[in-house]
């Protein structure tokens, strides 16, 4: 099955959840959970806490199919971009209630094996992620590198922050204009 069908029959099973079909939602599970497992347990790093985002994830899918836009994101990138968002509150919280979120410098961080794989093979289609690349390859380097660490590796702004010696109002100001310029380059 090539790409721009498998994105098809993905779209019109979340377009099927919207109406409360059970079978779409298995569909969805069926063809998406071990891509949205490996994001959340990269970001988590832990098995157990990454299952349960996983079906809060799921959940949301039931809860909010609607709002799923095919003409604004790939099916695939709306739900990673969901698993993402969802373990890196896990992440927060996490923080919040005095557990551990050691995050290792840039340069330790080098030595690390990772046998995740990067986010950017999430993307199906491979024209979506030229023209991704395309676009981040228009921002200034730096706040390139901050969009790609953020989204594709999970690191939140205020470890980014750190990493980088910035303010987090500085780094929350770049990710956002960087976003609004990757939406135009994106749409246009």
């Known amino acids: 099955m090539d790409a721009d069908t498998s994105r098809a029959l993905l779209s019109r099973a979340i377009a099927r959840v919207a109406n409360r079909d059970s079978d779409a939602l298995k ?34 899918v039931w ?16 739900l990673v971009s969901l698993a993402r968002n969802r373990a890196i509150d896990r992440l927060r919280a996490r923080g919040a209630r005095g557990g551990s979120a050691a995050t290792a410098g840039v340069e330790e961080a080098e030595a690390l094996p990772d046998g995740a794989p990067l986010a950017s093979t999430l993307i199906e289609d491979e024209d979506d992620r030229r023209r991704l690349e395309g676009c981040l390859d228009q921002l200034d380097p730096k706040h390139a590198g901050a969009v790609r660490t953020a989204f594709f590796d999970g690191v939140t702004y205020e470890a980014l922050a750190n990493m980088l010696s910035v303010p987090l109002g500085t780094m929350k100001s770049w990710i956002r204009r960087s976003l609004i310029s990757l939406r135009a380059c994106l749409e246009a």
């Open 27 to 60: 569909y969805v599970y069926r063809h998406t959970s071990a891509k949205l497992f490996g994001v959340c347990l990269r970001i988590l790093n832990d098995r157990e806490e990454a299952e349960d985002v996983l079906q809060d994830v799921y959940l949301t």
């Open 63 to 78: 809860n909010k199919a609607d709002k799923f836009d095919a003409e604004k994101a790939s099916p695939i990138t709306w």
